[in-house]
């Protein structure tokens, strides 16, 4: 699994957990079996409010495998296909019981990555509950120009204390957490949009498609136009 820039070797069985707004890849070997589980964030927020470990499970990319813990494997064999069935029939209560079988899949997530919701601490619960405000706010605002400073006075905290909490959940800084989603954006529109490289950087909030050029060219290590050959973007 390759998640950004880094590189996740992975044995089978294995979980996978690859957070919104993270650029991903997969290489399996041929005959390789599996289930993809795609959850909304509005949905994860909701189930977060009464177990707040879900929402640290998806704090960053991870994998673990499962080739140690058959329990764990065959609670999720036993459970991923009837997810699917509740999602695909009209029985009565289907969307409660498949909300019950997704949560039922997070508490085996959240154990087979040894993070049990006893050995996360408040603090830790408060400065991932603060990250998870932030990556809102740059989902409402990721093309108004706004600064680091301005997010935190949106999330009423300090800067430093968005800093301090940043760099313990994610080990990035604010600004690189920005930068990244920003990033991520202008590879989405340089794929699968008709836009210019300017048309990007002036959707995006840019005021200069030069500084937007470099600024790409700093954090994806190829220019725009490079990656759109490279990308066989439109």
Excluded at 23 to 31: K, P, W
Excluded at 34 to 52: I, K, M, S
Excluded at 169 to 192: I, W
Aim: charged share 25%; glycine share 4%; proline share 5%.
């Amino acid at each position: 699994m390759e998640a950004e820039t880094r590189r996740y070797p992975v044995r089978a069985p294995a979980l996978l957990i690859v957070p919104a707004g993270v650029v991903h890849g997969f290489s399996f070997a041929e005959d390789t079996e599996g289930y993809v589980v795609t959850l909304a964030d509005t949905l994860l927020r909701d189930l977060a409010r009464d177990e707040r470990s879900f929402r640290s499970l998806f704090a960053d990319a991870n994998c673990a495998s499962l080739a140690e813990d058959p329990a764990h494997v065959q609670e999720l064999a036993d459970t991923l296909p009837k997810l699917r069935r509740e999602l695909v029939w009209s029985a009565p209560a289907s969307a409660t019981a498949a909300t019950a079988r997704l949560t039922t899949l997070l508490v085996s997530a959240v154990r087979a990555l040894h993070q049990p919701s006893e050995v996360i601490s408040a603090a830790g619960n408060a400065r991932a509950a603060l990250v998870a405000r932030l990556r809102e706010k740059i989902e409402t605002h990721l093309r108004s120009g706004l600064s680091v400073g301005q997010y935190a006075q949106a999330l009423n905290v300090t800067p430093a204390r968005l800093r301090a909490a940043c760099v313990e959940v994610t080990g990035k800084t604010p600004a690189r957490v920005l930068e990244e989603r920003l990033v991520l954006e202008a590879k989405r529109n340089l794929t699968y949009t008709n836009m210019t490289v300017a048309q990007i950087a002036y959707y995006l909030g840019f005021t200069d498609p030069a500084y937007f050029s470099r600024f790409f060219s700093k954090l994806a290590g190829e220019s725009p136009a490079v990656f759109r050959r490279r990308t066989g973007g439109s």
